[in-house]
């Protein structure tokens, strides 16, 4: 990994290098001992070695691993927590799949940040997708959320609540739908004649709406979110969408056929950036009142 932090809890990150380590720990104990330097993962929060700092790495850059062993005053070895960290799984999807059994302190401690800081949620995801988030849609992407209990997702941890949000989500029709200008699914559908792609009245992006004498039912849904590792250690993760079509059933029962699919990268880190900014951006008393009406305190 190329980002660390230095404390428990949704605090900042630093990238692995000599002088942001010197700067925030003076090289003291518990950070460095036993001829070695320390910090923690920032999203398993197990303890994690610094590599290429004291001794220079013939062919890669400095990034910090998993300790697999208690370091004093730091953390002791979570082997759960290890075995859901992206870090150590490398490439996967953030799983759609909610544990069992009553939140325990860090899923609750999710929970509370997507209702302190569910304005900054939102604003990431408008900045992120290419289709416009609304007041309304916010809403139902929060019920969603709920519904699945989505702080309880395998893999969920503070860092990607963001993307839990859209794990949880379910179909949004494309007709009335604003789509950002000059996205891939603005080129999408600017290809299709049954559909008009008109200016709205939110800049930047384009109302979809029905060409004369054509129809198309489109919806537009979120198939996965995840995550990789490259060869540096860095930390990606990525949106992929899909807009499909019904399906007509004896049964009655919809399905749908992909027309369109897609794949965006999101930087990882930013919601942590944003939500623990001294500048406290972004925030939107609207979207806080709709988190306040639907997620009590637990």
């Not at 910090?39 to 691993?65: I, T």
């Not at 609304?134 to 395998?154: C, Q, T, V």
């Not at 004896?250 to 027309?259: A, F, G, I, M």
Request: net charge positive; charged share 30%.
């Amino acid at each position: 990994m190329t980002e660390i932090k230095f404390h428990k809890g949704f605090g900042p990150t630093y990238p692995v290098n000599k002088e942001e380590f010197t700067k925030h720990t003076r090289k003291k104990y518990p950070y460095a001992q036993k001829g070695e330097w320390y910090a923690y993962c920032p999203n398993c929060e197990n303890p994690v070695k610094l590599l290429g700092l004291l001794r220079p790495l013939k062919k890669q850059r400095p990034h910090a691993r998993h300790n697999k062993g208690d370091v004093e005053d730091i953390n002791d070895f979570d082997e759960s927590k290890y075995e859901w960290c992206p870090y150590h799984r490398k490439n996967a999807d953030y799983v759609k799949e909610v544990k069992r059994g009553e939140e325990t302190e860090e899923e609750i401690k999710i929970y509370n940040i997507m209702r302190e800081h569910f304005d900054q949620v939102i604003y990431l995801l408008k900045k992120e997708l290419p289709l416009y988030i609304s007041d309304n849609r916010a809403r139902i992407l929060l019920k969603d959320y709920i519904a699945y209990r989505g702080w309880m997702f395998y893999g969920a941890d503070c860092d990607n609540i963001p993307l839990m949000l859209l794990n949880a989500m379910s179909g949004i029709p494309v007709y009335g739908a604003l789509i950002k200008n000059n996205s891939n699914l603005y080129k999408f559908l600017q290809n299709r004649k049954e559909i008009t792609l008109i200016e709205s009245n939110i800049k930047d992006y384009s109302k979809v709406t029905r060409s004369k004498n054509e129809y198309v039912n489109l919806d537009f849904v979120v198939i996965n979110v995840r995550f990789r590792v490259d060869n540096n250690t860095t930390l990606h993760n990525y949106i992929h969408y899909n807009v499909g079509e019904p399906i007509e059933s004896e049964d009655k029962n919809t399905t749908y056929n992909t027309l369109f699919e897609d794949e965006i990268e999101v930087a990882p880190y930013s919601f942590r950036k944003l939500s623990n900014s001294k500048k406290n951006l972004y925030r939107n008393r609207k979207m806080l009142e709709i988190a306040s009406e639907l997620m009590k305190p637990i």
